[in-house]
């Protein structure tokens, strides 16, 4: 399950995942920001990730296509539980330029706060 919020101009945009992300789910997420993209450069992103199970084939396909749209992020907060894989020092490397960092749930006004 995928939850969006934050689109409008001046919000962050919030990416919420939950469970098993699908190529649908990525697809929703990279129209998103390609919306936002329009109405603000650079970009921040809140991810918040919750009993994460996984990819599906295809989803991780359709993320590799996203990733030419990670060059407008400019800060990107990682707000998760325990399901998800720690911050992997490989993403920042393969987004080079944008500032990342890692949250643990209880710390989400926090993430927000720094993305502001």
Same mark, same amino acid.
Request: proline share 3%; hydrophobic share 40%; aromatic share 6%.
């Given at each position: @399950?995928?939850?969006?919020?934050?689109?409008?101009?001046? !919000?962050?945009?919030?990416?919420?995942?939950?469970?098993?992300?699908?190529?649908?789910?990525?697809?929703?997420?990279?129209?998103?920001?390609?919306?936002?993209? &329009?109405?603000?450069?650079?970009?921040?992103?809140?991810?918040?990730?919750?009993?994460?199970?996984?990819?599906?084939?295809?989803? @991780? &396909?359709?993320?590799?296509?996203?990733?030419?749209?990670?060059?407008?992020? /400019?800060?990107?907060?990682?707000?998760?539980?325990?399901?998800?894989?720690?911050?992997? !020092? /490989?993403?920042? /490397?393969?987004?080079?330029?944008?500032?990342?960092?890692?949250?643990?749930?209880?710390?989400?006004?926090?993430?927000? !706060?720094?993305?502001?």
């Amino acid at each position: @399950m995928l939850e969006i919020k934050g689109e409008q101009h001046g !919000e962050i945009l919030e990416v919420t995942t939950e469970g098993t992300a699908t190529q649908e789910d990525l697809q929703r997420f990279e129209e998103a920001l390609k919306a936002k993209k &329009l109405q603000q450069d650079p970009i921040n992103i809140l991810f918040i990730f919750k009993n994460i199970d996984g990819n599906t084939p295809k989803a @991780m &396909l359709q993320g590799w296509k996203i990733a030419t749209h990670l060059k407008n992020i /400019k800060r990107s907060a990682i707000v998760a539980d325990d399901t998800f894989v720690g911050l992997n !020092e /490989k993403i920042e /490397k393969l987004i080079p330029g944008v500032e990342i960092r890692q949250y643990p749930l209880e710390e989400l006004e926090t993430a927000r !706060e720094w993305l502001r």
